[in-house]
């Protein structure tokens, strides 16, 4: 002990010395190391809960990415099937148009077709009557001088029967 005592160590300070280091050791272990441990494992927790969280969030992201283009990509699709599917009721809805405008115009170009006929035959009908009227009064005329009025008769009536079977009906065909 002599050493000790020459180097100035005192042995009951030494020892008082040990104790209080353990002491403080043990009050600083226990108050305020498995405290801030226990917060730094809970801080790292938490870091790494936040990286996973984020490593899913990435993952999520890029699967709504998937998703949408893959929704973009069928409802592009979707809508050139409609869109193609418009333009062919569309053509087919003015094919129909177009048929059906023929088709009155036709149904209009007949009409108007039969109209004028009827009103040609009217027309020729009404001719001949004046043809004959005015055929009759001549003859009538030139008549009268040469014939008597019974023989006169006799032969306007056979030349107007014939003229009115014949003659003006022929001129309409």
Same mark, same amino acid.
């Given at each position: 002990?002599?050493?000790?005592? #020459?180097?100035?160590?005192?042995?009951?300070?030494?020892?008082?010395? %040990?104790?209080?280091? #353990?002491? #403080? =050791?043990?009050?600083?272990?226990?108050?305020?190391?498995?405290?801030?441990?226990?917060?730094?494992?809970?801080?790292?927790?938490?870091?790494?809960?936040?990286? @996973? +969280?984020?490593?899913?969030?990435?993952?999520?992201?890029?699967?709504?990415?998937?998703?949408?283009?893959?929704?973009?990509?069928?409802?592009?699709? @979707?809508?050139? $099937?409609?869109?193609?599917?418009?333009?062919?009721?569309?053509?087919?809805?003015?094919? $129909?148009?177009?048929?059906?405008?023929?088709?009155?115009?036709?149904?209009?170009? +007949?009409?108007?077709? $039969?109209?004028?006929?009827?009103? =040609?035959?009217?027309?020729?009908?009404?001719?001949?009557?004046?043809?004959? +009227?005015?055929?009759?009064?001549?003859?009538?005329?030139?008549?009268?001088? %040469? =014939?008597?009025?019974?023989?006169?008769?006799?032969?306007?009536?056979?030349?107007?029967? $014939?003229?009115?079977?014949?003659?003006?009906?022929?001129?309409?065909?």
């Amino acid at each position: 002990m002599d050493i000790l005592n #020459l180097f100035g160590l005192e042995t009951g300070l030494f020892i008082g010395q %040990i104790l209080n280091f #353990l002491i #403080l =050791f043990f009050i600083l272990k226990v108050f305020l190391y498995k405290p801030i441990m226990s917060m730094l494992d809970e801080r790292n927790q938490r870091i790494k809960q936040g990286l @996973d +969280d984020a490593e899913k969030a990435r993952k999520s992201l890029q699967e709504a990415d998937t998703q949408k283009i893959g929704i973009l990509k069928v409802a592009k699709i @979707d809508a050139d $099937k409609i869109l193609e599917n418009t333009k062919s009721v569309a053509e087919s809805l003015k094919q $129909k148009s177009i048929d059906d405008a023929k088709k009155q115009s036709l149904g209009i170009v +007949d009409d108007a077709r $039969k109209q004028a006929s009827e009103e =040609f035959e009217k027309a020729s009908k009404q001719i001949g009557k004046m043809s004959v +009227d005015i055929s009759q009064k001549i003859v009538s005329k030139v008549l009268s001088e %040469i =014939f008597t009025e019974q023989e006169k008769s006799a032969i306007l009536s056979k030349a107007i029967e $014939k003229i009115e079977k014949t003659g003006y009906e022929k001129g309409t065909n």
